[in-house]
């Protein structure tokens, strides 16, 4: 099994490590962003960067298209995609899911 996603559909349930000084992200894309790595670092740390892919994730009736990130430190982050940053200074808060819309750059 690789350690990466693959471009499936993938409706199998979430489940959330938070809580205890971490918090969840949730970042919403565009389908066409399918399998995109979303990485995110320390605010302070551009350097040290983990991520997660962009994913199709069927829930009934409705597809939405998601990176997920769970167990994240309680502080503030940045986003990155291709190199470059998605967003600034994202509040992770203790046991809560924070969520992002993004939309690229028309064009």
Same mark, same amino acid.
């Given at each position: 099994?690789?350690?990466?996603?693959?471009?499936?559909?993938?409706p199998e349930p979430?489940?959330?490590?938070?809580?205890?000084?971490?918090?969840?992200?949730?970042? /919403?894309?565009?389908?066409? +962003?399918?399998? *995109?790595?979303? &990485?995110?670092?320390? %605010?302070?740390?551009? =350097?040290?960067?983990? /991520?997660?892919h962009v994913l +199709?994730?069927? *829930?009934?009736? &409705?597809?939405?298209? %998601?990176?997920?990130? =769970?167990?994240?430190?309680?502080?503030?982050?940045?986003?990155?995609?291709?190199?470059?940053?998605?967003?600034?200074?994202?509040?992770?808060?203790?046991?809560?899911?924070?969520?992002?819309?993004?939309?690229?750059?028309?064009?």
């Open positions: 099994m690789s350690p990466e996603p693959v471009v499936r559909p993938h979430v489940v959330l490590d938070i809580g205890g000084g971490f918090g969840a992200l949730v970042v /919403h894309g565009p389908s066409d +962003e399918i399998d *995109t790595p979303i &990485e995110w670092s320390p %605010a302070d740390d551009d =350097d040290t960067r983990k /991520h997660q +199709e994730r069927p *829930t009934g009736d &409705e597809t939405f298209y %998601a990176a997920v990130f =769970d167990r994240l430190p309680v502080g503030t982050i940045t986003l990155w995609v291709r190199g470059e940053v998605l967003e600034r200074d994202v509040e992770i808060t203790d046991g809560a899911v924070t969520e992002l819309h993004w939309a690229p750059p028309a064009g």
